[in-house]
């Protein structure tokens, strides 16, 4: 079965861009998670998805940020404009709808210049 | 907010020595305590995770312990190996899928052979 997985494994952008992540989550799993983690740091929530909607957004930084589930199956995190704090590493989870036992994907770490 | 403390932020065992990680919690509510290993290049993977109706649980080398009226617990690693090092992060949730977690901010383990 394939793991969760994220697109793309680096990101390189200057400030004022804008970035997409991607997260293909393990077939079947309702919940969808994003994280982000500064070097140095703890692994911040951002959201939680429960299928195609947002169960929880309480730790998204700010309206630059917009994470869409169109579907209930993969997601997006878009940057936009992307400034020098956002970066860092972003990782996307999930689990299947009854249990809270994640599975992580490999991470996006985004650099902004 | 709820939040997760973590110490030490930096662990160095010789190999064969025992180690071990300490977290303290917030959330009253939390019932659901995992901990994920991340080696270095390579996405957290679950390695033990802990509920709050037991105290204790045991897998192998590793051991979680749980003291909820103290809002405290650990990860207890024993006759430590070079593969054990990496960054160990303990984290607080809810057992039902729905809930975010929250995540201390690591712990770098070092096992010199």
């Known amino acids: 079965e394939a793991g969760v997985t994220q697109f793309p494994s680096h990101s390189v952008i200057e400030k004022g861009q804008t970035v997409t992540l991607r997260c293909d989550p393990i077939?079947?799993?309702?919940?969808l998670y994003w994280y982000r983690r500064v070097m140095g740091k703890e692994i911040k929530f951002l959201l939680h998805?429960?299928?195609?909607?947002?169960?929880?957004e309480s730790g998204m930084p700010n309206n630059r940020f917009l994470a869409e589930r169109t579907g209930g199956t993969y997601s997006t995190l878009k940057v936009q404009p992307a400034e020098l704090e956002d970066s860092g590493v972003y990782f996307c989870a999930s689990s299947q709808a009854d249990t809270n036992e994640q599975f992580f994907g490999p991470g996006t770490r985004l650099t902004v210049l | 907010g709820e939040n997760v403390e973590q110490h030490p932020s930096t662990l160095s065992v010789q190999e064969g020595d025992s180690a071990v990680i300490k977290c303290t919690y917030s959330d009253s509510a939390s019932n659901y305590f995992p901990w994920y290993k991340q080696e270095l290049g390579k996405r957290p993977q679950l390695i033990i995770d802990?509920?709050?109706?037991?105290g204790e649980k045991k897998d192998q080398r590793i051991a979680v312990t749980l003291n909820k009226t103290a809002k405290h617990f650990s990860l207890h690693i024993t006759e430590t190996q070079p593969e054990d090092s990496a960054v160990y992060f303990c984290?607080?949730?809810?057992?039902?899928?729905?809930?975010?977690?929250?995540f201390g901010a690591g712990t770098r383990l070092f096992v010199k052979a």
């Open positions: 984290a607080a949730s809810r057992a039902t899928g729905g809930f975010k977690t929250i």
């Open positions: 077939s079947g799993h309702d919940n």
């Open positions: 802990i509920r709050s109706n037991v």
């Open positions: 998805f429960v299928k195609e909607s947002k169960q929880d």
